[in-house]
């Protein structure tokens, strides 16, 4: 991409109304814009960041079994009147009548919608377990909505719902997400800790937040410090493994971890002082076991071996994406900007031409941006004619992994320099080498 061509509209001055630091961020970088309270558009450069995150949830999602699908945002009232939640949901449902005067609503969770699916085509146990997803909007009209998208009335939700003829099976179905979620957060270059959590509107008695700890977070959590050195399941884990699945979940659960909701003062004590971790976290994904609460009252059965019918066991698990974006820039940052995990950033590497119009330069920087982009890279080339000072602080505040800088005075010799973001580090090598780094 060259940035003379892209759309990245970035701000100089710092954003009054940003609170914090990955809000004040995303909006100096151009990569979201408030277009009413608590609704935001993606710009490009967000945009790749989101779909690079929501290309990993998908490939564990698919990795521990589950299907996608795609649901639509606007949902009938009837399917809520069903479950009973249509009332009990509150004002945080934005409630919508069409032509004909029917209500309808923007969906804030699938929970009815994907059990209406479920029951209309799945009679037999023989097809359990089941576990659906998709990646979509939902809408909250939250109280207070703040720090940007972090906690936005419009989000994304990345919704899995699985469905199982026993609690015992519908318990492994559970570890499945579970380990999957450790798996997720960890390949976005976060530390999640499970907690045990309140299970608000969704319902049911087990559920468990996955939270990153943060000086901005919203919540307030208690935990065992080990939690942060723990290992993460590797890509060898067997999804289809009861008991392997189950070490992992005991493993997560056996020291105390709690959100304030939650939280057992006596507990908590029992924990050795120097072993206590009481900090601030940002929920960044939300698991629930509720058994039949959703499938007794509407009716969602199968039969069993036994040839009777049995109301399904029913779990949900959430990520939000447009929350995870933050997230990670509350995790990684410095005083010039973003610092991306190469596994999210919206570029694997920028070039930078420091004299635009300079033939040697010029020549330098379309062969190294070539030979890149030939090898797969997203490569961002900044052609345009900035003063350098104005190209190396765009190129910090957006935080692409690495910079290949062609200055005239490095270009002469055959060379460029080639600039870490996270470190720092400058390095003057040949264009081969430079080249070489990415494409060997
Ligand atoms: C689980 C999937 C549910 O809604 N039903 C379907 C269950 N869970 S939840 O905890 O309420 O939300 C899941 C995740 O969505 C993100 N999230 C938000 N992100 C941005 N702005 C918001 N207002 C917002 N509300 C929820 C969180 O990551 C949460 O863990």
Redesign the pocket.
Known sequence: MRLSRYFMPILKENPKEAEIVSHRLMLRAGMIRQQSQ?IYSWLPLGKRVLDKVNAIIRDEQNRAGAIELSMPTLQSAELWQESGRYDAYGKEMLRIKDRQDRPMLYG????EMVTDIFRSSVKSYKDLPLNLYHIQL?F?D?IR?RFG?????E???K???SFDLTREAAEHSYNKMFAAYLRTFDRLGLRAIPMRADT???GGKLSH??IILADTGESEVFCHKDFVDFDIPDDRTDFDSVEGLKSIFDKWTSLYAATSEMHDEAAFNAVPEGDRLSARGI??????YFGTKYSEPMGAKVQGPDGKEHFVHMG?????P???VPAIIEASHDDNGIIWPASVAPFDVVVINMKAGDQACDDTCELIYAALTKAGKDVLYDDTDDRAGTKFATADLIGVPVQIIAGPRAVANGEVEVKDRKTGVRETMTIEAAINRFVA
Do not use: C, Q, W
């Open positions: 608590g804030p969770t699938n929970e939902k909250r939250e909505p998208t972090m906690r936005s009335r989000f994304m939700m919704d899995a719902y608000g509107p969704i937040e996955f929920e960044v994904g939300h698991i629930f949900s698990y959430g990520i939000g447009t929350r995870l």
